[in-house]
């Protein structure tokens, strides 16, 4: 499974648990099958278009997200049933090829009977495989058909976060599988229009923050005290789109910042906080004045 394919599967399985539905509720409700969903939900398969929609439509969640992860999951899915194209022909004539020896006096008929045997035996061989493979595919049963089978044991229900604390200083959180099930410390609608949550791990020991319905060159920041992880809205997919910062270390009881900085040159910085472990607040804080040595 590539990191695009698993970044799909974090952001739906996220969506599902947070909407509380079951695969059995997803196959009701659904055009899909309740085995669908399981190889949706585990990575087996590449979910179509569709369905993304009608789990976000079931979690009254905005599509757009969703859909752009698809889209980069898809394009990388086909891309790898591409063949390669053919090497272009060359000029250079093919190399003789060495002759063998004669064989010996007497030997000729033994060896010209031990390849024709030889030859009869790989076929042989190969149309009792093909058979037994042929056979084993009718036989098996079709998983599309028995949507109330119960799931195996050996399917995990979840994908297992990668990091904990330090170990997610600066690191993606959805290619990290710590986007799966978040708590949500704060939110805030900046002056521009834009959303800004706080987002915390409890699994990770980590937190981060997203954003959408921004403009190009719009930027957030999110720190708890230590490094300040950042990111900037680069091009209209960006906008179009939730954005999430770099993860960041926190423990019960830590203040999360984030500071929200619109592209426009008169916009103001915005701010505001939550602590780790407490009810979800947001605390507007003055705007910070910009260091003159920020990274963009």
């Known amino acids: 499974m590539t990191a695009e394919h698993t970044r799909l599967v974090a952001a739906l399985r996220e969506l599902r648990a947070g909407a509380g539905l079951s695969l059995a509720a997803l196959a009701e409700r659904t055009a899909y099958s309740k085995s669908s969903w399981e190889r949706y939900l585990n990575g087996k398969s590449l979910p179509p278009r569709q369905a993304v929609r009608e789990l976000c439509r079931l979690a009254n ?16 899915w086909s891309g790898r049933a591409v063949a390669p ?9 093919p190399r003789p090829q060495p002759q063998e020896a004669p064989p010996p006096a007497g030997t000729g008929r033994r060896r010209r009977g031990g390849s024709r045997l030889l030859v009869v035996l790989a076929s042989a061989y190969t149309v009792i495989v093909g058979g ?9 049963p079709d998983s599309e058909a028995q949507e109330d089978e ?10 297992a976060p990668q990091c904990h604390g330090a170990a997610c200083e600066g690191r993606d959180p959805m290619r990290l ?7 949500t410390l704060a939110s805030h609608r900046t002056a521009t229009g834009a959303h800004v949550e706080l987002r915390h791990s409890k699994k990770c020991g980590a937190s981060w923050a997203r954003t959408w319905g921004t403009e190009i060159g719009d ?78």
């Not at 037994?132 to 098996?140: D, E, G, M, R, S």
């Not at 119960?150 to 994908?159: K, R």
């Open 61 to 76: 969640e905005p599509d757009g997200r969703l859909l752009a992860l698809w889209e980069i999951a898809e394009s990388h």
């Open 85 to 93: 194209a053919p090497a272009p022909p060359t000029d250079e004539s």
């Open 132 to 140: 037994a493979a042929a056979l084993l595919f009718l036989l098996l």
């Open 150 to 159: 119960p799931l195996p044991a050996s399917v995990p229900f979840s994908l």
């Open 177 to 183: 599988i710590c986007g799966l099930g978040p708590d």
């Open 219 to 296: 930027r957030l920041d999110v720190t708890a005290g230590g490094p300040t992880h950042g990111v900037r809205i680069r091009n209209k997919d960006d906008a179009a789109t939730f954005i999430y910062t770099e993860m960041t270390e926190v423990r019960p009881g830590s203040t999360v910042r984030a500071c929200f900085r619109p592209a426009s040159a008169d916009g103001e910085r915005e701010c505001f906080e939550a602590r780790v472990g407490g009810a979800a607040t947001t605390t507007r804080l003055p705007s910070p004045p910009v260091a003159s040595g920020s990274r963009e």
